[in-house]
């Protein structure tokens, strides 16, 4: 197991933390949200940098192609549905948010079975990042970025359906014609 397999390994390892200290007494523990939001950051860096030390030293393995992506994904919703329980989101955001993952990985099961690899693209990584950050600041809960915390979360939103259509759009003749 290389180096990047075991950065997103940890990054899985890292969410029944995350989540504990995010929900431990309803979210109402300062100094818990506070060690919830770096495990958080904690478990997104790795995600940073598990891809470009893969690319960098050639260290791309099927494991990693498999998991990273999964392990972004168990992050991010288990984050997202935490926060539905503190009820900092709404449910229907979030479910708007995991559904978009469900229909592309569904697309790259189908794209896989046909022997194609369907790379993630900007529009993706651009959600991925303002997700993040807009978990981030909902945790932390800061009264001064309330706004900005507002927008980032907005703005998440609003890529993931971009990047959603996007996918569809670039990737349509996987479900149409059984490849690319």
Same mark, same amino acid.
């Given at each position: 197991?290389?180096?990047?397999?075991?950065?997103?390994?940890?990054?899985?390892?890292?969410?029944?933390?995350?989540?504990?200290?995010?929900?431990?007494?309803?979210?109402?523990?300062?100094?818990?949200?506070?060690?919830?939001?770096?495990?958080?950051?904690?478990?997104?860096?790795?995600?940073?940098?598990?891809?470009?030390?893969?690319?960098? /030293?050639?260290?791309?393995?099927?494991?990693?192609?498999?998991?990273?992506?999964?392990?972004?994904?168990?992050?991010?919703?288990?984050?997202?549905?935490?926060?539905?329980?503190?009820?900092?989101?709404?449910?229907?955001?979030?479910?708007?948010?995991?559904?978009?993952?469900?229909?592309?990985?569904?697309?790259?099961?189908?794209?896989?079975?046909?022997?194609?690899?369907?790379?993630?693209? /900007?529009?993706?990584?651009?959600?991925?990042?303002?997700?993040?950050?807009?978990?981030?600041?909902?945790?932390?809960?800061?009264?001064?970025?309330?706004?900005?915390?507002?927008?980032?979360?907005?703005?998440?939103?609003?890529?993931?359906?971009?990047?959603?259509?996007? /996918?569809?759009?670039?990737?349509?003749?996987?479900?149409?014609?059984?490849?690319?």
């Amino acid at each position: 197991m290389n180096l990047p397999n075991k950065l997103t390994t940890l990054r899985v390892l890292m969410i029944p933390f995350f989540v504990f200290f995010l929900l431990w007494e309803d979210g109402e523990i300062p100094q818990f949200r506070l060690i919830a939001a770096a495990l958080f950051v904690a478990a997104s860096l790795t995600d940073l940098l598990d891809g470009k030390i893969a690319r960098k /030293y050639n260290l791309v393995t099927n494991f990693g192609k498999f998991m990273d992506p999964l392990a972004d994904k168990l992050l991010v919703c288990s984050a997202l549905i935490g926060l539905i329980e503190l009820g900092e989101l709404p449910a229907w955001m979030v479910i708007i948010i995991i559904s978009r993952e469900f229909i592309i990985s569904g697309f790259r099961l189908v794209a896989s079975d046909n022997g194609v690899v369907i790379a993630a693209s /900007y529009w993706g990584k651009f959600k991925t990042t303002f997700q993040m950050i807009a978990v981030i600041l909902l945790i932390l809960e800061i009264p001064a970025l309330e706004t900005v915390t507002e927008i980032c979360v907005w703005i998440a939103l609003a890529l993931t359906v971009i990047s959603l259509a996007d /996918y569809i759009a670039k990737n349509h003749k996987v479900l149409t014609e059984g490849s690319i």
